[in-house]
T-cell receptor
Framework: AQKVTQAQTEISVVEKEDVTLDCVYE???????LFWYKQPPSGELVFLIR??????QNEISGRYSWNFQKSTSSFNFTITASQVVDSAVYFC???????????FGTGTRLKVLA | EAGVAQSPRYKIIEKRQSVAFWCNPI?????LYWYQQILGQGPKLLIQ????????DSQLPKDRFSAERLKGVDSTLKIQPAKLEDSAVYLC????????????????FGQGTRLTVV
């Protein structure tokens, strides 16, 4: 069975602080894909990143960075120097190769206070 | 490039009434999904189409929910009759590829339809 766990329900930080959102996944598949999505108050899920199971390189995109560790089945997301506009619910998702079905975690609500 | 379009944005109905949601995916996307997102939870897949065929509807409550994807493009999701527990946001998404067509690409989501059943 596939499962995604986001243990942090809600995080509050002050603007310019760094914050890390945790994601732990379970799958028996050897080939799979991991995703992060942002859901602002408008409701639309915005794609942030995709990572396949054979690529454990960390990735940085501006203030965003992702740390993928197969050994601990984790795919964590760090926002550096957070801004108020980063306030949203962030979802981690898993998709096994060939199914094209996305299993989402329960999300982490991030509040960035000015 | 136009995104995934959904309508209506909001709908309020009484229990036992019927309701329908419409989705127009990104042009050329083979796979279309309907997700249900209950407040405070992550999206849960209801049904997945590849072109106009159903790939996965294992979590669709078929006694009251139905969906179709005409000509492999637009899709409608219907609930009849609605229950209080159907109150949720219904998200439509599409992705470029499907089974047997290559690597998993990301899914793109519409803004959703917020359904309130009273």
């Amino acid at each position: 069975a596939q499962k995604v766990t986001q243990a942090q329900t809600e995080i509050s930080v002050v603007e310019k602080e760094d914050v890390t959102l945790d994601c732990v996944y379970e799958t028996r598949d050897t080939t799979y894909y991991l995703f992060w999505y942002k859901q602002p108050p408008s409701g639309e899920l915005v794609f942030l990143i995709r990572r396949n199971s054979f690529d454990e390189q960390n990735e940085i995109s501006g203030r965003y960075s992702w740390n993928f560790q197969k050994s601990t089945s984790s795919f964590n997301f760090t926002i550096t120097a957070s801004q108020v506009v980063d306030s949203a619910v962030y979802f981690c998702a898993l998709s096994a190769s060939g199914t094209y079905k996305y299993i989402f975690g329960t999300g982490t609500r991030l509040k960035v206070l000015a | 490039e136009a995104g995934v379009a959904q309508s209506p944005r909001y709908k309020i109905i009484e229990k036992r009434q019927s309701v329908a949601f419409w989705c127009n995916p990104i042009s050329g996307h083979a796979t279309l999904y309907w997700y249900q997102q209950i407040l405070g939870q992550g999206p849960k897949l209801l049904i997945q189409f590849q072109n106009n065929g159903v790939v996965d509807d294992s979590q669709l409550p078929k006694d009251r929910f139905s969906a179709e994807r005409l000509k492999g493009v637009d899709s409608t999701l219907k609930i009849q009759p609605a229950k209080l527990e159907d109150s949720a946001v219904y998200l439509c998404a599409s992705s470029l590829v499907g089974r047997g067509q290559g690597l998993n690409t990301e899914a793109f989501f519409g803004q959703g339809t917020r359904l309130t059943v009273v």
